[in-house]
């Protein structure tokens, strides 16, 4: 499509994007976005998975206190994978961080919780 290249720079200035992210969405190709877009679906998707051992072990230490019996070992164990998944989210967000700065055609696409500074 012969627009999109003009429409991404006028949506883009709409915004007032600075012209080096401007220029960077004109160049990204649809095959380098494709790309792109996979690698943020699989970051995407390996936070779902530590963000879902983390709520089942948290879900399961409710039930356990609720139950009146709190402090077993079964609970030290969950604390220790909910430690994990922390863990496996802040080396998961890096990836992403870099998918977020290097590649803003993804725009607001691109999951992350961290922010690099922008290296003008």
Do not use: C, H
Not at 45 to 59: H, Q, R
Not at 82 to 92: E, H, M, P, S, V
Request: hydrophobic residues 50%; without cysteine.
């Amino acid at each position: 499509m012969r627009g999109e290249p003009q429409e991404a720079v006028r949506i883009a200035r709409s915004q007032s994007m600075p012209s080096k992210t401007v220029s960077r969405i004109v160049e990204t190709s649809r095959a380098e976005t494709a790309v792109n877009v996979y690698a943020a679906v699989l970051v995407g998707i390996a936070m779902s998975v530590a963000t879902d051992k983390l709520f089942v072990a948290l879900s399961q230490i409710i039930a356990s206190a609720r139950a009146g019996d709190p402090f077993i070992s079964a609970n030290a164990r969950r604390l220790q994978t909910i430690g994990w998944a922390l863990f496996a989210l802040q080396l998961i967000d890096i990836p992403s961080a870099l998918l977020e700065r290097f590649f803003p055609s993804l725009g607001s696409g691109a999951p992350t919780f961290l922010s690099l500074p922008e290296g003008d």
